[in-house]
Each structure stands twice: as C-alpha cells, then as structure tokens.
C-alpha cells in the first residue's frame, strides 16, 4: 500500500487555517475510503478472511473457560484444524484447554431431546418418525481446543496494520497532552500487558468529573505506539457515553481514522490503517465519509494541542 504521511503539511496561516484544516481532512478522508477499498479486494486481505473464518465465535461460557485454562490465548482451534486447514501441529507435550462442543442430532418438537433421550424420559409425541424430525441443539460435550501459542508450522495471513516512520518525539508529546484533554495515561511494559488481543484500552469514568483512562502497550515501533495513543485519545474524547454494542465496529472506524488523519499530519505511514479498517468495517467503507463531522473535529482538536 502506497505510503500516506505528509510531514509537509502546515495550517499556519491564521485567517485560512481553519478552512485549509477541515478540507485537508475531508479529501485525506475520502483517500482513506479509497484505501480501505482497495485493501478489500487485496489478495492479503482475503488470505486473512479465509483463515478468520476457520475460527469459531465461542460463547460467553466458553471464553470464560478459554481464559480460566490459558489466559493468554489468542488464536483456538482443534486439533484438525489445525492441521488441515492451517498446516500446523500441535506441540508435543502441550495439555488441551477443555470447551463445551455442541451437539446437534435430531430432536423431539415436543421435549426438544435426541430420539435415544426422548425414550429414556418416556415422551408421549408420536405424530411423526424421529428420522423426519428436524437437526437442532441437544446437548454439549466436553472437547478439546488449542491456542495457536501451543502449535508450530505455517504462519497464519497477518494484515500490516501498524504505523511507521519516524516518530520523533511524538510519544512525549502524546503523552504529556493527555492533562489538556482530560485523558489519563499509561504506557505499560510489554511483559506486564495484560490483554493479548489489543495494543491499547480505553476506559471510561463512573464519575462525570473523572477522567478517561488510557493504557497502551510499549513496543520499539514508536510510530506505531503513537498511532495507538491517539486512537484511544479518540475513543476517550469521543465514546464515553455510547454503550450500544451495535455502535462498536462504527466507533473502531472513528478512532482509527482519527489515528489515520492525525498521523498522517505529523508524518507517519498510516496506511495500514486502511486494514485495520477493512478489518473492522468490511461490508462498506462509506461509513468512514459518513462520520466526516466527528473525524474531523476530533483530529483537529488533537492537532491543536500537539502543536500547542
């Protein structure tokens, strides 16, 4: 993907500044619609897909069981599937983590059991044979799953999500804003982060006057770990009064493309984050134009207090 930052770009001139801002913002904007569609059709992005779709949605009861037994996991498969559908092999020596596997066989209309359990508990429904009634949930077995952490082989298809270029001194700079825009702030090591499937959180105040509280994972890409604080510095100015789930994937698309315009103004590649998005919002990028008000607005609220 082509490489997007501007570290040529300046609003300088105060009588045109605000006009010369919001439209830099809008065509950047549509720049990155264009992205995120071309990051669709993208071979990689479908590689991706493919193997997305080899992993289940687990329930609540089984993520729970999933991170009681390995808290670290990530990536969980059968052993199968492993096997077939990713050419990796389970680790000698590693121990399974144990879900809750459906089980779908035909079952009774009436009391909603398979025919050999319908028999035990003497259910009276007659009218058709158990081999015509239809195929639904009876019931769940113990089953085996392991994290990707527990096999070797192949690598599975990665998008290139992260930021790069020269990030200066960038991260201070993030970092001491965080006052000005009512934003608490952590870097955490590495080794102490606790949430594997993330670079950064956001979590918001119980109590009105309290403050958004940001952590974010320390790495060596500084880029990468700027573009991350001004993502959940969005989801902190923007977000803390949404708690519809549905909104969730249309908040990411706000956030990160805060991230996207931000970075791009001081001269990162934000180009990944047309991935990051595909990911997100893979049905249709026009959503990313049709939030144009609340990108630009917030991405030029943090332009301001950076340069401030």
């Not at 729970?64 to 990796?88: H, M, N, S």
């Not at 952590?215 to 510095?233: F, P």
């Not at 791009?264 to 934000?270: F, K, S």
Request: overall charge negative; charged content about 25%.
């Amino acid at each position: 993907m082509a490489t997007t930052s501007d570290a040529s770009v300046s609003f300088t001139e105060s009588d045109t500044r605000s006009e010369e801002m919001h439209s830099t913002i809008e065509q950047w904007v549509e720049d990155l619609v264009a992205a995120v569609n071309d990051a669709q059709a993208s071979e990689a992005f479908q590689a991706w897909l493919d193997a997305q779709i080899q992993f289940h949605d687990y329930s609540y009861r089984n993520t729970l069981l999933i991170k009681q037994q390995c808290p670290e996991a990530t990536r969980v498969a059968g052993y199968r599937t492993w096997q077939e559908e990713f050419d990796r092999h389970v680790t000698e020596g590693e121990s399974a983590i144990w879900i809750w596997a459906p089980i779908i066989a035909q079952r009774c209309p009436e009391c909603e059991n398979s025919p050999s359990y319908h028999e035990q508990i003497d259910c009276d429904y007659d009218e058709t044979d158990p081999e015509e009634w239809s195929r639904g949930l009876v019931g769940f077995n113990p089953a085996p799953v392991f994290d990707i952490s527990q096999t070797d082989g192949e690598p599975l298809p990665e998008l290139e999500t992260a930021a790069t270029g020269d990030a200066g001194t960038l991260v201070s700079q993030l970092t001491d804003a965080a006052a000005a825009l009512d934003v608490t702030v952590h870097v955490v090591d590495d080794s102490a982060w606790p949430h594997p499937d993330a670079n950064g959180v956001c979590t918001y105040p119980e109590h009105p006057d309290g403050n958004a509280q940001v952590k974010v994972r320390d790495r060596s890409n500084e880029a990468d770990l700027a573009r991350t604080l001004i993502h959940e510095y969005a989801h902190a100015l923007l977000h803390s009064d949404v708690d519809d789930e549905t909104e969730r994937a249309k908040r990411e698309v706000e956030a990160e493309s805060i991230a996207y315009v931000v970075g791009r103004y001081v001269g990162l590649d934000t180009s990944g984050s047309a991935f990051y998005l595909a990911a997100w919002e893979s049905d249709d990028a026009s959503v990313v134009r049709d939030r144009l008000g609340r990108i630009s607005r917030t991405a030029e609220q943090l332009i301001d207090v950076l340069e401030d």
